[in-house]
């Protein structure tokens, strides 16, 4: 694969970390009009000024969502109940 060059005029590509969008865990894009926008997303210029947001605002609206949803419970498979006629069954004697 080769690393296309830009043309001639134009400066090489450089990464830059800021600014960029943060969004908050309240962050909500409705998705049946996908326009519709609740909650808070804002631009942010420097580290400092993301630091300063606190720990509820994430890169994406996709973990935003995340964070703001409780993960459901994994599922416990109940243990199998002997049956009296099972192998290995053994009545508890009673006091």
Request: charged content about 35%; proline content about 13%; cysteine-free.
């Amino acid at each position: 694969m080769t690393i296309p060059v830009p043309p001639e005029g134009y400066p090489p590509y450089i990464f830059q970390e800021f600014p960029k969008w943060k969004y908050h865990k309240d962050f909500k894009l409705e998705e049946a009009t996908g326009t519709e926008i609740i909650g808070k997303a804002q631009v942010v210029e420097s580290h400092d000024a993301e630091v300063a947001l606190g720990k509820d605002w994430f890169d994406t609206p996709e973990e935003a969502r995340d964070a703001r949803e409780p993960k459901p419970a994994e599922a416990k498979i109940p243990e199998p109940v002997m049956d009296y006629r099972s192998p290995g069954f053994k009545r508890e004697a009673k006091a």
